[in-house]
């Protein structure tokens, strides 16, 4: 599981699409790899002076 992980993270530095993943849609080492490959992907940056609607 750890070492999924650990690809994925791999994959996500060199820009390696999620569909490189090398583990089958069923297995939980998929869910793994897609893991570690989304904690190298970048949140989309904030724009502070955009009005919130606080309802």
């Known amino acids: 599981m ?3 992980i650990v690809a994925g993270r791999q ?4 820009d390696a699409p999620v569909g490189a993943c090398p583990y089958p849609p ?3 080492l ?5 893991r570690g490959h ?3 992907r970048r949140p989309p940056p904030v724009d502070d ?4 609607d606080a309802t």
């Open 49 to 52: 002076d955009q009005d919130v």
């Open 26 to 28: 069923t297995s939980l």
């Open 2 to 4: 750890i070492r999924a």
């Open 38 to 40: 989304a904690e190298t």
């Open 30 to 34: 998929r869910t793994a790899w897609i």
């Open 11 to 14: 994959a996500g530095r060199q």
